[in-house]
């Protein structure tokens, strides 16, 4: 069976105020993560920059991976490959997140699956920039 995001979860994800870490967020203002995780940051959430590279990004210190981000996390927003989505879904587990939001094309139906049991909220397929505007988020 396959996901299907729930809007009340997307509504209490993105109002909210909460910390994301955002998997794949570099310095690149090419990338569209640079620019999604700047959106996310005006709705009023914490952004935790987390790629290999550890860049400082919009001001906020990076991290290469999710076991070293101290403190909790409330979103783990997945900006890779879907082929590497999983892994990132298995490390929010393992961090005790309370959510993973797969972006615009990341679709992992497992890891989605390995999410909800082990007690995560999903948000899979979609974007914050898209979703909050239809909410009045925006």
């Given amino acids: 069976m396959s996901h299907v995001n729930d809007r009340a979860v997307i509504k209490r994800l993105l109002s909210d105020r909460g910390r ?4 794949g967020l570099s310095a690149n203002s090419e990338r569209t993560a640079f620019g999604i995780a700047e959106y996310v940051a005006d709705l009023g959430h914490e952004i935790v920059p987390v790629h290999p590279r550890a860049e400082t990004v ?4 990076g991290y290469p991976d999710l076991a070293s981000v101290p403190g909790e996390i409330d979103v783990v927003d997945i900006f890779v490959n ?3 989505a999983g892994a990132v879904v298995d490390d929010a ?5 309370k959510a993973v939001w797969m972006q ?3 679709i992992d139906e497992a890891a989605a699956q390995r999410a909800k049991d ?5 948000v899979m ?3 914050p920039a898209i979703e909050a505007p239809t909410l009045g988020l925006a």
């Fill in 104 to 106: 615009k094309g990341v």
């Fill in 82 to 84: 879907s082929r590497l």
């Fill in 118 to 122: 082990a007690g995560l909220d999903v």
């Fill in 93 to 97: 587990i393992a961090k005790g997140a």
């Fill in 20 to 23: 994301w870490a955002v998997v």
């Fill in 58 to 61: 919009h001001g906020r210190q």
């Fill in 125 to 127: 397929n979609t974007c």
